[in-house]
């Protein structure tokens, strides 16, 4: 046990002098305000993450943001890790790993993003992750999926699987940040199909986005996951909320 424990605290060491070293070479910068960060800061600098708007929903089971999906589906829980502000510049990390190619960004803020859900003890009941899937063109793109990078992210904290074949978007249609909140519910309408397997009915899944703006992309997903089995469970998570 001695030896497991000794073991143990040289990797987190190496690990470090690692890190330090990088540091050194390749300074990271905070992705909200640009300042270098310390061997020590991760998804971004202390500073920055004192001032982040953390949406602290009293109540994972009924809060503004499930609300949004109520009128399409039952959903379990509904969660997200603070409130997106278009003039704040916390919003800066989403910008970079949704349009300027840096995923890595993304499953970092997936990480941070797991400590919410830890919080309200949701990790306990999943069963997997299932990302808001984009459209092929979408995806030629962006080379990645900024919702599966976030999944990534959350699943590695939990060691809990992403599911990434069980929900399809069925054809490409308009974006929803050009569109009204009635738009945004037309354009999502029907846009996601579901296959679970035998085996894998009966489940609770995790919906994971980045954003939530009306909430139709994820009761759209919610949808598509129940009519495939009625069976299932489905609690929604975005990183950001717009709020109320």
Not at 7 to 23: E, G, L, P
Not at 238 to 243: E, H
Request: with cysteine.
């Amino acid at each position: 046990m001695r030896h497991i424990v000794i073991k143990a605290a040289m990797k987190r060491r190496i690990k470090q002098v690692w890190a330090s070293f990088m540091n050194l070479i390749m300074p990271r910068e905070c992705p909200v305000c640009g300042k270098r960060m310390m061997p020590t800061e991760e998804t971004m600098c202390i500073g920055c993450m004192s001032m982040l708007p953390t949406a602290n929903l009293e109540d994972s089971r009924d809060n503004g943001m499930i609300r949004l999906v109520w009128p399409g589906t039952k959903v379990e829980h509904g969660l997200c890790l603070f409130y997106y502000r278009s003039h704040n510049a916390h919003q800066k990390p989403v910008m970079q790993f949704k349009y300027m190619k840096n995923a890595k960004l993304a499953r970092t803020m997936g990480q941070l993003a797991a400590t919410v859900i830890a919080e309200y003890g949701i990790e306990k009941e999943i069963d997997g992750l299932i990302p808001v899937p984009l459209s092929w063109r979408r995806h030629l793109e962006r080379g990645y999926n900024q919702a599966e990078w976030l999944a990534q992210g959350i699943a590695e904290t939990f060691r809990l699987p992403v599911h990434t074949k069980l929900l399809k978007r069925t054809e490409h249609r308009r974006q929803q940040t050009r569109l009204n909140r009635e738009e945004r519910k037309e354009n999502a309408e029907g846009l996601y199909r579901a296959t679970i397997p035998e085996q894998m009915k009966g489940r609770h899944f995790l919906i994971v986005d980045d954003v939530c703006t009306t909430g139709a992309t994820l009761s759209a997903c919610a949808k598509a996951i129940k009519e495939a089995d009625p069976s299932a469970c489905v609690s929604i998570f975005a990183l950001a909320w717009v709020g109320e």
